[in-house]
């Protein structure tokens, strides 16, 4: 192993280690982190018997001062007074933190950082080379990514939810287990960011008459809705899709003026250059074109699936998936980018030619540098004064690697003379 490679996983063990240094050398800083102000007093809630206060009663159209958000702030006392305290998830990530909320609140963190440490590395295990030197490279690769360091520090769900369903299911469907690939990304409704990246995936083999990956991804989000029921009510399955619809006026009120800097993601970026008196009449037009790209991707991975084998179409609609996100969800902030990790594991298989695998390592460099030097810029300069066009230029290199990694595979169909 050169010394870069020795350094450079020095660096990820320290990556990994820090979120949790932070915690117990910061306590009342984090508590501006999503874990503490979201998902310990959510599980608080739920382990006290007080679950339907997660969420905002039908009679009030804010989250300020609804009972969430009162909790919390009695909770932790250091928050700002400004901040407004929102549950927009599941009920059943509430009662997933019950046990958590047992804890005191920096080791509950620190418990859910090592939990999502854990994680990360089993993703990266199951496609990490077989050659020990190598091994540890792909091991530590993932901690490099700045997403992933920013989800462990704040205490995000991306990981757990979103990246080890989305890994699980990829190597399943590699082996062409396709309904258990669908049911486990079924499991996303704990994460609906991700869910699109699903659709994607599923969709495209139903549409090519392959449907047991949709009938597996239909079954395993029923499951999760029949779980939500027989364990919180059906008024809490109720109530958490209306904390969804809610959750818009985030970015279209001035009463809550999210940070400009971790929205990522073109239809929001697109109303943060409005006022916001005009931002509800533009939300139409912005989720439409997103609505367009997502069809077009489908429309693309279809016809993929049916020139490429089977390994390299799997591989290719989860990487279009992936990074279709920061596209066409609504709500996708900088930490759900740790889904893009999925990259290294791709890439350092051998599901690609070695042409191809060739090309797309450096596109992979280009995503961390690009991913990581906007982390970077929003940590530790006033890039907020550029406002919204400096997630734009995030979200427009997203769009352009993707474009990138088409041409690479478009480029080998012809050079090769594949149909």
Known sequence: MSLFSKLMTILAV??????????????????????????????????IGRIADIYTPANMTTFI?????????????????????????????????????????QA????????????????????????????IQDLSVIFLFCPIFHTL????????????????????????KEFLAGLVLGTLYMKPQFLPCALLVCGALFFIKRPKATLGLLCGMVAMALLTVALTGSDMLVAFWQSIK??????????????????????????????????????????????????????????MWRKLPHQQATALTFLIGLFVLPLVVPHFLFYDLCGLAMMAFMINTNVFEPAVSAKLHPLRRALWCICNLYYVGFSFFPVILLGPWYPLILVILLAVLLVLILRVQNQKQTLTGDP
């Open 153 to 176: 520090l704040i205490g995000q769900l991306g990981i757990f939810f979103g990246l080890l369903p989305l890994t699980v299911a990829y190597k399943l469907l590699l082996q062409q």
């Open 14 to 47: 320290f990556l990994a280690l820090l979120p949790s240094y932070i915690v117990l050398v910061q306590p009342v800083l984090m508590q501006a982190g999503d874990f503490l102000i979201t998902f310990y007093p959510a599980g608080k809630l739920a382990q």
């Open 246 to 303: 809610m959750s818009d006026t985030c970015y279209s009120c001035a009463g809550y003026r999210p940070a400009s800097t971790i929205i990522t993601c073109l239809p929001a970026v697109i109303l943060q250059f409005f006022d916001f008196n005009a931002r509800e009449g533009v939300k139409i037009y912005a989720y439409g074109a997103a609505a367009l790209i997502g069809l077009g991707a489908l429309f693309y991975c279809v016809q």
């Open 65 to 105: 001062n609804a009972p969430f958000d009162k909790f919390t702030h009695e909770l932790f006392p250091a928050i700002a007074k400004s901040y407004v305290a929102i549950y927009m998830y599941s009920p059943l990530i509430a009662l997933f933190f019950a046990p958590f909320s047992l804890l005191q609140a």
């Open 108 to 135: 509950s963190l620190i418990l859910w950082q090592s939990i999502n440490i854990a994680a990360a590395v089993y993703c990266a295990a199951l496609f990490a080379r077989p050659n020990l030197k190598e091994k």
